[in-house]
């Protein structure tokens, strides 16, 4: 029996490789839209303006960050914010955990001597999911996904449903803003909060109310450094991050807001969007997903043109 003949040839065995079936060179994909392109060819309809009753600004020593609040999904708990930074709630206190991977939170980190409230409320219902009857915005994101029937995005927001319960909710992805709490459903008032700052922790939805997102600033919360005892936390005061005041637009003088918008989600452009970032062309992409994760859809947001 005749030993088989050993291809030496380095650049002759690639070619026979590269003949065989699944191993063939990949070729290069046909140019796509990319998400940029989508943005620039968008029409000044597609977009909106931040409502300032439903916007926060969060100043830090290092800059603003601007939270968008969605009263559709939290009415209760958007509300008692709003109460909580008219009251002067905020100013004064700070970022006191930041877990890697994870999320930043911010309120008062004293809970013996917990900061007085004055008209706001201590307690609320959580608010996980709503009546899928209010969620009257809802464009679908065709993709499949692992943690709800249905999902795709509400008013500039990441939101799942579930046709059989009849409910919507809020998802946590990268910027999302939810309500801590303890054990109990309703021990939160949106007096602490927190922004997800690492890889979607998905697993949290339906069990924490999800109040809003960050439109701008997230850098500033991301790059915070990580708290070095359990969960993140900072076990000194003085590694606090001060926050110096938190204000709603609707209470800053016209000259003096920041100007945002942004796409609207039920608009042609932002499904072009989620294609884009769905079906990726070349020349640097070598390989198109053909699927994209909810949480990896971005929601453009650009500063209104004067």
């Known amino acids: 029996m005749h030993a088989p003949k050993i291809v030496k040839s380095w650049p002759a065995l690639v070619l026979a490789l590269a003949a065989l079936p699944g191993i063939a060179a990949q070729k290069e994909l046909p140019p796509k839209p990319t998400v940029g392109d989508v943005i620039k060819a968008s029409k000044p309809s597609e977009w909106r303006a931040l409502d300032p009753e439903n916007t926060l600004y969060m100043d830090l020593a290092a800059g603003r960050v601007i939270i968008e609040l969605s009263p559709i999904f939290a009415p209760n708990h958007a509300a008692n914010i709003r109460t909580l930074v008219r009251e002067g709630y905020f100013d004064g206190l700070s970022v006191y955990r930041s877990q890697d991977n994870f999320v930043a939170q911010?309120?008062?980190p004293d809970e013996d001597h917990p900061k007085a409230l004055k008209t706001a409320k201590a307690k609320l219902a959580g608010e996980f999911t709503i009546p899928l009857k209010n969620d009257n915005q809802f464009t679908k994101l065709p993709d499949s996904d692992?943690?709800?029937?249905?999902?795709?995005?509400?008013?500039?927001?990441?939101?799942?449903?579930?046709?059989?319960?009849?409910?919507?909710?809020l998802t946590h992805c990268y910027g999302m803003i939810g309500v801590a709490r303890g054990n109990e459903s309703d021990s939160g008032n949106g007096g602490t909060l927190y922004a997800v700052i690492g890889n979607a922790p998905r697993q949290l939805d339906r069990n924490i109310t999800v109040v809003g997102r960050v439109v701008s600033g997230m850098p500033l919360l991301s790059i915070i450094p990580r708290g070095p005892a359990p969960m993140g936390m900072y076990e000194k005061p003085d590694m606090y991050v001060p926050i110096k005041s938190v204000r709603l637009a609707a209470d800053v003088p016209e000259a003096e807001r920041s100007k945002f918008e942004v796409m609207r989600t039920e608009s042609a452009s932002f499904k072009a969007v989620a294609d884009a970032s769905r079906n990726r062309g070349g020349p640097w992409n070598k390989v198109s997903p053909g699927h994209v994760d909810l949480?990896?859809?971005?929601?453009?947001v650009r500063e209104a043109k004067p």
């Open 106 to 108: 911010w309120g008062d």
């Open 146 to 169: 692992g943690y709800a029937p249905v999902v795709g995005h509400s008013n500039g927001f990441p939101s799942a449903r579930d046709p059989k319960t009849g409910q919507a909710w």
């Open 295 to 300: 949480c990896n859809v971005p929601i453009p």
